[in-house]
């Protein structure tokens, strides 16, 4: 089989249902190219991991289907249109450790910040609001924490506070960034358990992550990102010994039968 | 008892000084909640600094009515470049700001030095004058107020997940420099609004003090607020009620201004015993 | 939200407060006419000033004095204290000539409602040296160095004072008659001292040019301040110090004086370049105030016959 595996035949005219569609798409910054080339798509109800090592373009690909980086060359559609336009129905979930555990805000308030954009500029989340935030906060298993400061959570439980947040939003795509990064394994259960959960609701789900069992559990595609794209298509093609390898360099070391061990895992915080 | 508390405030320079001690509890107690969150500390202080070359030009150009304009125009600048260098991230935040200060204040002091007889205008602008605020400053810190307040509360939901979360906030569609461009301006009317009464050196102490007390007491945004308001409504009262007897019944000469700010500084310490009379519950908010 | 509901609340109770506080006017509005027996209360800037006053108003007046000796008439910041001094006041006297350039801000905060005396009126200001556009507008304040334009002054006060509580007129008449005589004897005192003197030696190099007039009426040469304007802020640059030294070896002068309110080191510097003496500390000159109590020059008269006696000393000797 092929060494760059290709993703799934992609005609050119967009088929009603596609969630997200990247197409030949490169991004620049100062003329220096983040990502070249990479080809992807998204159905709703999948949910594709994003590997590669630190420095691969992962956040800079996440920030371009948010439409706050532009692309240099090729498109990015999402749910039918543009990024910008589409972000209503996309929401993003980052990495607990970025935000300040001090803050002075509460778990129940993180989680309804989820319905502002629905909510408005001048009115205040209603009701309803609060019960969707609700809903969406007992959906990660930390209903009896709403009331808490955020920052006395453990680092997992924040992340579920943070996905809780983004199902609040309703969205029809969801995008997270290594979230799985330092969590305890029940935090990382009632994080998979969500996703499923709004998988089945017909979200469309991408998330960056390290973890190559995870994505192997979780997962229904891959696409392997280090600047170029070294594969993408179902899980089980593209996490390959030899893409690894491909993908990540110098960095892979070993081989256990289909593990790859690489050499510099996980150091968590993004630019 | 009445007489100590109520007979200050009985002359019409202590009522407006009082009065404008209480609008600018307003204000500064609830500007400081989002220079808490948003880490405008140094931000402030730049502001305090670069409002001066307008206060010179507005005082050369159209005399001591001249000062108000002046000093809003200077922050209104101050801030749009401020939010524009920060942007840009070839200059980081700090020294950003460092050579924005130093270049601005440069700028007033060779101004203003060129008339003879300055100490008394350059004294006035870093310590203010709060016993001679008159009936048209009161109206501008009311309308500043006015207009801050309603700002900061219809956007107070954005601009707190702007600062907790920006990535988010980004994410979600907000213009983050919009917000900051709003913040930013709020803070420099602040500055403007106060600096006229307790002079800029004291505006750096209303913008930081009165939230930081009530960080120490709460780890609710509102209630962080109202303390800050509270604590400076009470140290305005307290400090003129000192500052009052002291020159009145003692002959002593203290400044009103510092004596505010003193007394919110001592509430501030207060505030600071607080944990250790009984224990934080830190778990507890709604 | 919680937020907007305590903002309103402040709002309401901060305007409501402070409404009630501001309402109360009682305190400085009743101005009624002297009853007899009671003093005419009266506020004065300047320690000069201040001292006329009580001399024209004898104990007939409660004389409250806003500056203190030396301290700075041009920086003076008002205290709770003498604000309401003010705002109870009848008669404020004032020196004029741009001297007290914050006080209508003062006068208007206090809610002074009485008459301001500006005691300069009838005097003929001389333009003084310094060339920034301020004083220029305004001319030299140190009116009262001429004992000819303190008899103006009090002639002024006494006026003011006669107007304002008419019951006493005859005893402000009579103290002015009386002080106007020692300003007379004053003035001849200094004439005859200063006349002694050679007249090439009659030259005079002080701290800043507080002593116009004091030159001009008693014919002396002036020839440079330490510090060139009237300002006591403004610096001295590298070339003005060496114009000044050039100044004094060329007049020949033999002694440099120091302000009392000023430090004496910049005039000690000046005065070891040029190689001349140096008068300074307990010998200073007084320009800008009175001494404090209890020194040489507590009172007007006092003051300026120890000018006198000091700038002929150094002089002559």
Redesign the interface.
Known sequence: MAEQASGPATPTALPVGVALRIEHATVAYDGTPALQDVDAQVLPGETVALIGPNGAGKSTLIKAV?G?VPVTAGAITVLGKPP?AA??D???V?QAD???PE????V?Q?VL?GR??RTG??R??GRADRRIAAEALAQVGLAD?A???FG?LSGGQRQRVLLA?AIAQQPRLL?LDEPFNGVDALSQDALLTAIAALKRHGAAVVISTHDLTLAHLACDAACLLNRHMYGFGPVHDVITPALLRATYGSQALELRGDRVVVAHPVANRHA | MRSVLVEPFTPPFMGRALAELLLLALLAGVVSTFVLIRRLGFVADTMTHTVFPGVVVGFLAGGAGGVFPGALVAAAVTAVLLTLLTRSRRVTDDTALAVLLAAMFGVGVVLVSRRSSYSADLTAFLFGRLLAVTPTQLAQTAAVTGVVLLTLGLLAKELRLRAFDPQTAAAMGYRVWLLDLLLNLSVALVVVAAAQSVGTILVVALLVVPAATGRLLSDRLAVIAAVGVLAVAGAGYAGLVVSYHASVTYGLRLASGGTVVLALVALYLLALLVPLVRRRPSDVVA | MKLRTLAVAAALTGLAAGLAACGDDAGTTAQPANAAGARLAVVATTTQVADFARNIGGDRVAVTQLIKPNIDPHDYEPTPADLTAIGAAKVLVKNGVGLEGWLDATISSAGFKGTTVDASTGVKIRQGEGDEADEADHGDPHIWHDPRNAKLMVQTIEKAFSAAAPADAATFAEHLADYSAKLDQLDADIAAKIGKLPAGDRKLVTNHDAFGYYIDRYQLQFVGSIIPSFDTSAELSAKDVDDIVAKIKQSGTKAVFSESSLPPKTAEAIARQAGVRVVAGEDALYGDTLGPEGSAGDTYLKMEAHNTDTIVKALGG
């Not at chain 1, 803050?103 to 509460?106: G, L």
């Open positions: 948010l706050l910008a972000r209503r996309v929401a993003y980052p970025t935000l300040d803050f002075p805000i509460s129940a993180v910040m502002y954009r500029w001048l205040r989340p924490r009331g808490a400061r006395t947040r995008l």
